[in-house]
């Protein structure tokens, strides 16, 4: 899933490319991308593009006569800028917002269609959106450990929920807590003030770095192969690769179909987290999908 890092880059290069531009109209090829049906979809035809904004992980585009598109890429969503007119990619191709410059197209691959567009008029209905999360690189200390404090959940789950912090998803948490030297399954309320600040830190500079790197890598071309996975990593998708930190090999905990990554010498003492060991931990703390935290919170 596009996070942060991923989501601050598109934004900038949408930005580059499109603001004050005309949006001449949108060709929806998916029936389940549209969430919403009034205003119609047809009211964006010719309007012209004053702003992006970023809520979460959504990119809004701001639009004349207070209209607002709201695009949420899920897991496998992705955005690629073509020559205009370029047709819609068939099975992955869920729409193309056409420009006189050219096209930005939206693709999902996998079959579960998760990607998301609302077409909402006024603040008010924007704000919906926001889930209450935290801007880390803008909140104070005292803000996150006000935050992080709120409930009393594992460092993943709460790192990764929306309404407590904004932007991050599996992929970051496993590096900002690797970062941190953190357990992911420490209790937030559990937590001294030394490992607090420690997390702090490590959420700032690893947000702040990976938009840096990701910045760079595109340089002045639209972003291509926007992946969750990076070769550069400290743990994330690396399961049985050495940690850059020690040379212990990387380890995981997997649940349904999520996976989080972690170091045992540098986050847990040296001990494994065995899945079946944490089952009821799981269970009763984590979602079976990541992204249905996502989901429970849809518009």
Known sequence: MPEYPDITVYIEHLKTLLQGHVLEQVRLTSPFLLRTFEPPIESI???????????????????????FLVLHLMVAGRLHWHKKGSKVPAKIGLAAFDFSGGTLL?????SKKRASLHLVKGLSKLKQFDLGG???LSASRDEFRQQLL????TL???????RFFSGIGNAYSDEILHRARLSPVQLTRKMTDEQIERLYLAAQETLLEWTGKLRTEAGDRFPQ??????????????????CPGCGTLVQRIRYAS????????????????????????LKEDWPRLLEELE????V
């Open 45 to 67: 035809k010719d309007k012209q593009v004053l702003g992006f904004e970023r809520i979460g992980k959504r990119i809004v585009f701001l639009l004349q006569d207070d209209l």
């Open 106 to 110: 939206l693709t999902e691959a996998g």
């Open 134 to 136: 935290l801007e880390v």
């Open 150 to 153: 709120v409930e009393n959940h």
């Open 156 to 162: 993943k789950r709460s790192l990764i929920d929306p």
């Open 225 to 242: 192969n926007v992946t969750a996975f990076h070769d550069d990593m400290a743990v994330h998708g690396r399961f049985g690769k050495p």
């Open 258 to 281: 999520n996976e989080t990554n972690y170091c045992p010498e540098c986050q847990t003492g040296g001990k494994l987290l065995a899945d079946r060991a944490l089952s009821r931990l």
């Open 295 to 298: 989901e429970r919170t849809e």
